[in-house]
């Protein structure tokens, strides 16, 4: 009678045990999930992606955001990284000086260059999947600081003048050959330096930290980022070592901002998705 006692006393603290040890992870995969989590939802295109995106913002006030259609939401989940900290020469939202050029050449022509992109900015931020109105609603609430915004929902096409974005466009390409210049010096990585064990890294979702933050850049080839699983690109980078790519990653350099522009990621989770960054060509 007591052997069973003791053995079913047993099996219930291992059981126990496993248990706490499952919750664990889940609850670290929940918290990197919560910080990766987008601001606004984007949909497929074909899909009514205006309704989702004003159904996940839950309405609310609709100024300078294309009525329901979360303009900041989208802005926060894919142009910050560069319109919050300048990379590529971008102007940043709210520095009047920076924009007093372009404001002055028309919302239409601001709109046309971000949907269509122009030099170092790709089309729709790098996110295909944007329609023209959810565009038009991120590139209100970016202007809407510095310019009156005109009343949103009219044509899109927008083909004005190319001055003032175009300017401040060129200054963007010319700052994004720098970027280029000094992220292939940033990038030049590839060799893993984790000898032994595996890094404290190397159970974090590295792909999906990617996807979030980074692939506006390096799938595109924007700022010269070099594109993901292009080894001609990555072939001189390769041979610094990947402790540099670490550092220029989490710390920024040049045209990159420290951590994509998003500075609640851990040094961790930047280093997984370098990691992820660069595993096709190494």
């Known amino acids: 009678m007591k052997s069973s006692k003791l053995i079913m006393g047993c099996l219930a603290t291992l059981g126990l045990t496993t248990g706490i040890a499952v919750a664990q992870d889940d609850a670290e995969?929940?918290?990197?999930?919560?910080?990766?989590?987008?601001?606004?939802?984007?949909c497929l295109q074909g899909e009514d992606c205006g309704t989702a995106m004003a159904a996940s913002s839950g309405g609310g006030d609709t100024s300078g955001d294309g009525g329901s259609v979360d303009?900041?939401?989208?802005?926060?989940?894919?142009?910050?990284?560069?319109?919050?900290?300048?990379?590529?020469?971008?102007?940043?939202r709210g520095d009047e000086a920076g924009w007093s050029e372009r404001t002055g050449k028309g919302f239409e022509t601001l709109l046309s260059h971000s949907i269509n992109g122009f030099n170092a900015m790709p089309a729709r931020g790098g996110n295909p999947n944007l329609s023209d109105e959810e565009m038009e609603a991120a590139t209100a609430y970016l202007v809407e600081p510095v310019m009156d915004?005109?009343?949103?929902?009219?044509?899109?096409?927008?083909?004005?003048?190319?001055?003032?974005?175009?300017?401040?466009?060129?200054?963007a390409a010319a700052d994004g050959e720098d970027a280029a210049s000094g992220e292939e010096q940033a990038a030049t990585d590839g060799e893993d330096a984790a000898s032994g064990d595996e890094p404290a890294h190397a159970g974090i979702d590295g792909e999906a930290i990617y996807n979030q933050i980074c692939m506006a850049c390096h799938e595109t080839g924007a700022a010269g980022a070099p594109v993901r699983g292009n080894a001609e690109q990555w072939s001189a980078r390769l041979e610094q070592g990947i402790e540099t790519l670490y550092d220029h990653s989490i710390n920024g350099f040049n045209a990159m901002p420290a951590k994509g522009g998003n500075p609640s990621l851990s040094d961790d989770e930047?280093?997984?998705?370098t990691d992820y960054l660069v595993q096709p060509v190494q």
């Open 149 to 171: 915004v005109p009343e949103l929902g009219g044509d899109t096409g927008a083909s004005g003048d190319e001055g003032a974005a175009a300017s401040g466009e060129e200054q």
């Open 270 to 273: 930047v280093k997984a998705a």
């Open 71 to 92: 303009g900041e939401g989208i802005y926060n989940n894919v142009c910050m990284a560069c319109h919050e900290t300048g990379a590529a020469g971008a102007p940043v």
């Open 29 to 42: 995969r929940e918290a990197i999930a919560e910080r990766l989590k987008p601001v606004g939802e984007l």
